[in-house]
């Protein structure tokens, strides 16, 4: 786990100045499909710079930045107080991403390794979440086919421990003024465009970094 000075360190220190209707649930969708979600999520004329309809602050809208050197291309860092993910690339850049992440106590610093994306996934609440919030998710417990509506959205990144799915994920969300808060049952969330591009750099095999939030801090110091 991550502890408050590995956090002070590494992430304060990475980054510097920024440079339809649903299907059954046991049926996936065809690539058909994908593409005309994929339009329907993506405003006209998007530019990932400046495509604004969902209301973010400016800050949160995707931008190129400078990495630390030493970083490996390829992985991820989610600084959970700022709400930002970096994907690391070639050359000492990043690209920076605004998020939202769980919350209470439901977010879950630690490295994880990505085994597994999807595009447009099924998703199944997990046991803990209906033990905790049993009337929100009457009639999920199977899950609920992929769709525009669909809590994990367009994309998902899986994050394991080992060979351990953690049931954590990176993913989109259908509710896109979230971004900046914390409003998830443990995961990542992104705007569904964002993490559309994102979805094409990621490799199966990298690390993702998930640093500790403002109140773990406080309770660290």
């Known amino acids: 786990m991550l502890t408050r000075r ?17 299907l059954l649930a046991n049926v996936s969708p065809s690539r058909k499909q994908w593409d005309e979600w994929d ?5 006209p004329d998007y530019n990932p710079w400046t495509s604004n309809p969902w209301g973010l602050h400016p800050r949160f809208l995707p931008k190129l930045v400078e990495a630390r050197a030493d970083l490996k291309p390829g992985d991820i860092h989610v600084d959970a107080v700022a709400r930002y993910l970096y994907h690391i690339r070639e050359n000492g850049i990043a690209m920076r ?3 939202a992440i769980a919350r209470g106590n439901l977010y879950e610093p630690g490295t994880y ?27 999920l417990e199977n899950g609920m086919p992929p769709g525009p509506t669909n809590p994990l959205g367009s994309r998902a990144f899986y994050l ?4 351990r799915d953690t049931y954590l994920r990176i993913h989109g ?3 896109p003024r979230s971004i900046g808060g914390r409003a998830s049952s443990g995961c ?14 990621v490799k199966i095999g990298v690390t993702a970094y998930l640093y500790p939030p403002e109140d773990m801090l406080t309770a660290q110091s």
Request: a positive charge; proline letters at 11%.
């Open 97 to 99: 991403y605004g998020v």
């Open 160 to 163: 394991y421990v080992g060979n």
């Open 6 to 22: 590995h956090f002070i360190i590494t992430s304060a220190a990475l980054f510097s100045t920024p440079i339809s209707g649903p």
């Open 188 to 201: 990542v969330r992104m705007v569904m465009p964002h993490i559309n591009d994102l979805y094409e750099e």
């Open 113 to 139: 390794t990505i085994r597994r994306k999807a595009k447009w996934p099924h998703w199944t609440p997990t046991q803990n979440m209906i033990r905790r919030d049993p009337e929100l998710f009457a009639g």
């Open 173 to 175: 969300t259908p509710y």
């Open 39 to 43: 339009a329907e999520v993506t405003p």
